[in-house]
């Protein structure tokens, strides 16, 4: 809901700009130029920033891909930021990542030797059409 709400504050800003100077004052250029830099930061800013702080904070969705030769274990916050686990049985590692729509600022730490199923009696199966 506060995406709705973020996306509708922006498209208020540029109609704005686009009528209040475009349209009012007759000054197309610099008007078109105002809302493209409107558009531009307001979506940046999305991207970049507002997402994970919209769905921490105030609830909403996020659609993360978890790559095919790892298997998910874990998410959790820390701060405004979301870190994920997941295992690769191929290197027998655990990636616990950062996630970051830009891939800047990335956080990542490698696990080396973790077989996070020791010790549970499960087994993962070797041949991806056992799945």
Same mark, same amino acid.
């Given at each position: 809901?506060?995406?709705?709400?973020? !996306?509708?504050?922006?498209?208020?800003? #540029?109609?704005?700009?686009?009528?209040?100077?475009?349209?009012? &004052?007759?000054? !197309?250029?610099?008007? %078109?130029?105002?809302?493209?830099?409107?558009?531009?930061?307001?979506?940046?800013?999305?991207?970049?920033? &507002?997402?994970?702080?919209? #769905?921490?904070?105030?609830?909403?969705?996020?659609?993360?891909?978890?790559?095919?030769?790892?298997?998910?274990?874990?998410?959790?916050?820390?701060?405004?930021?979301?870190?994920?686990?997941?295992?690769?049985?191929?290197?027998?590692?655990?990636?616990?990542?950062?996630?970051?729509?830009?891939?800047?600022?990335?956080?990542?730490? #490698?696990?080396?030797?973790?077989?996070? &199923?020791?010790?549970?009696?499960?087994? %993962?199966?070797?041949?991806?059409?056992?799945?």
């Amino acid at each position: 809901m506060i995406t709705y709400l973020y !996306w509708f504050l922006v498209a208020v800003l #540029v109609i704005g700009a686009l009528f209040g100077i475009g349209v009012r &004052l007759g000054k !197309w250029k610099p008007a %078109l130029i105002i809302a493209a830099v409107i558009w531009l930061v307001a979506t940046l800013a999305y991207y970049f920033w &507002l997402e994970q702080i919209f #769905v921490k904070r105030f609830g909403g969705t996020m659609n993360i891909k978890v790559p095919e030769e790892q298997y998910h274990i874990g998410a959790t916050w820390k701060g405004d930021n979301l870190w994920i686990q997941n295992y690769n049985p191929e290197t027998n590692e655990c990636i616990f990542q950062e996630y970051s729509r830009g891939n800047m600022l990335e956080g990542k730490v #490698v696990l080396k030797n973790c077989d996070p &199923l020791q010790g549970t009696g499960m087994v %993962l199966p070797k041949d991806p059409t056992l799945q």
